[in-house]
């Protein structure tokens, strides 16, 4: 299973539709502080099910819509694709390419689309279950959030062994 | 179950040991589960040496030190489940050149396995990564993702020091 | 007494919006004590917003921008009570290049006022620090302290960047 | 009021009597992960009267006491004095130098002492009340902390701005 594009409209910063490309190995993302790099890591999180507005650093949920700046309006919707190559074999779906799309209203619910076609977050949730990109997922460390599972209490630490068994 | 599960730890800690060492340069480490309690419920418990130091409890690390063994922790996890895609946000920080190079050689050897996303303002990770993509805000408020090779990153997108001599 | 307490919030409150607005190059913040609450026991809300953006919430601030937002603060309460010497522990690793530039300016404006103790990875800091120590382990374990000129540090100390072209 | 040195005797990696001298303006302290400068912030807070382990990542205080290394034996006893100067007219003592002592031993009781004479905590407490240096003190911004100051919530943010009143 391979990540391909993530495609991000009207979530946070990116009032314009932006594709970032992936290939194999390390891709590194730069830039000044305040342009948007942790919002990419966020609409990654946020496609594959987050119900926490918090764990997106947002107050609410709507928080997460483009608010506008000096010169551009508010958007009235946020909507991010994930999708994911050679999957066959690996989760359970027709075909070789997996197109998970998460898509909000300021009224504050999502739909979810696998493939194009409305699918409940339940269902989003059971196609990763066994991938290690589930709810407690060590796969992706937060900014200044590295120093974190060696300082969780004991139970804490739990989840991560428990995404990984 | 509690089979899958302690098998899990098991793997996670002879990992951790392993990976600790070659992040450190030496020393040692080790996970524990809480004596005395079922391990469906036990905590984990996480000891780090090192090289040349006492075994001590976490909080007495360094804030670089407790980075480098959170980094070892979440590869050691990989280990037990690779997650297909993972995302680093900023892991980096903490660490003095000579850490960051030994973070780097122990990415590289999952690069083939796992597809990252690191998020960095640090030269030397940049220059050892596949791919670079820059996040800027042209117009202020609104993110823009652009590809780049080494030699296009501006210079503010990163923070200065120096390599050993 | 309820007094001092007031002239000393408004004291930081309008010190604050001043070197936020430096430390930004523009912008505005704000603090806030609690609506309807007794004075002497509020709570105290802070809101920023940078450049060209809207006025929001902290949290969905940036770590760099809420790293200078924090280090404006600071100067701000030392402007209400300067204190004879402070220690900054590495607060300007989440920082880029420009805002690194930014910090030592309004650092270099409190210098002839407060003796300042700054523990750094950036090569920056160090230059445009009075003086240098050097503390290594030349002996494991073994903390050494020596006073160091810019050109004597050895280069592991620093970490890797680059400064606007 | 200036302060003029740290002496480090037995106190976290310092097992040899260590010196630090501060001029005026900027003192950068450097070197790499885990070779002592938090330690030394730490050493400053500790002198001046740090009741809680823990703020000094410590779980009891005797963690605060050297030891040992793979081939240096356990110490029994810590003990950092700070020597202040120009202090007349600034702080209420005879003469123009200030020097505040604490010592512990494995035991875990502290013993303080200003001018080398046998005081109480409450009386280094009172002494520098009024200096900014206090408990809650914005003077001393810990690693990794920065953003505390801006993630606190409203109330305990408080503390700050009493301390500065
Ligand atoms: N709903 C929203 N609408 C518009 N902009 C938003 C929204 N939510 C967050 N932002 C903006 O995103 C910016 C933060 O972006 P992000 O955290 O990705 O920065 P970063 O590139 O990671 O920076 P750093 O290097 O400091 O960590 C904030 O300045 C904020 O103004
Ligand atoms: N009581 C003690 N006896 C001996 N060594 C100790 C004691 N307490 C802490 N240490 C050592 O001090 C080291 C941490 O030092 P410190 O936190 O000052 O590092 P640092 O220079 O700030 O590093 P970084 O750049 O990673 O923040 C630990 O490795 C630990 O072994
Ligand atoms: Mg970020
Ligand atoms: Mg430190």
Known sequence: MRLRTIDIFGFKSFPHRTRVEFGPGVSAVVGPNGCGKSNVADAFR??????SAK???????????????ADTPPL???EVSITFGDVSGYLPVDGDELVVTRRMYRS????????RQPVRLKDVRDLFADTGLGKASYAVVEQGMVESIVKAKADERRAFFEEAA | SREKFVATFELVREEFQ???REAFGGGQADLKLQAGADPLDAGIYVYAQPPGKKMEHLSLLSGGEKALAAIALIFALFNA????????????????ENNIGRFLKILARYRDAVQFMVITHARRTMEESDAIYGVTMER????????LKMQEVPLEFMEVAAATP
């Open chain 1, 46 to 51: 946020w496609a594959l099910g987050e119900q």
């Open chain 1, 55 to 69: 764990a997106l650093r947002g107050d609410v949920m709507e928080d997460l819509i483009f608010n506008g700046t």
């Open chain 1, 76 to 78: 009235s919707m946020a």
């Open chain 1, 108 to 115: 504050g619910e999502s739909h979810y689309f696998v493939n």
């Open chain 2, 18 to 20: 392993r990976i600790f």
């Open chain 2, 81 to 96: 489940r690779p997650a297909p895609f993972a995302i680093l946000d900023e892991v980096d920080a903490p660490l003095d």
């Open chain 2, 140 to 147: 202020r408020g609104i993110s823009k993702v652009l590809s």
